[in-house]
């Protein structure tokens, strides 16, 4: 059994040997290759510059309108999307201005302009529909956030309860001071 089992040892042994002496021979195949001869790439001619630049095909400079029993031509100015910065309703519209803490410090400092710090940061926020937004990167995004932070708020008194959009069962107390 020992003798069965020292063969099949020194058969793997080989075999592994044969393996290298293969692998060594393709190295040295590849280096003996003669190398790849440069060739000359043709110049080609400049192109003279446009005069002046084409107008695009796909963006008209300014939508219009035709009305077809007058024939009057209406022009319409591009719709520009903001993000809100009021709140839900008239009533509430500044219900979240001002100072809110956690644990005793000032967290979140919103002001009625739309900017404002979380823990002396500076953002962007605004509220709708009950989620109150904010941009935690405003020199980086200016008027439009690429991915607010978003949390669900109640206001009950003098206290703010933001729960998580995100994570199930996450939720922090703030109170005005």
Sequence with gaps: MKRLFYMLLLAGAISMLGACVTAEEEVAAVVDTPPVQDVETPEL?????????????????????????????????EAVEEEPETNDAPDAEYALVGTWTWMGSPYYVLEADGQGTMVEMPIRWWSLNGVFSFCSTPSLCGTTCIAPTEWYYELEGDELLLTSTLIPDMSFTYNRR
């Excluded at 695009?56 to 400079?61: A, D, G, I, N, R």
């Design 45 to 77: 001619p400049e192109l003279p510059e446009p005069e002046a630049e084409p107008e695009s095909v796909l963006e008209p400079e300014d939508e219009t309108e035709v009305d077809l029993e007058d024939g009057d031509v209406t022009y319409e100015e």
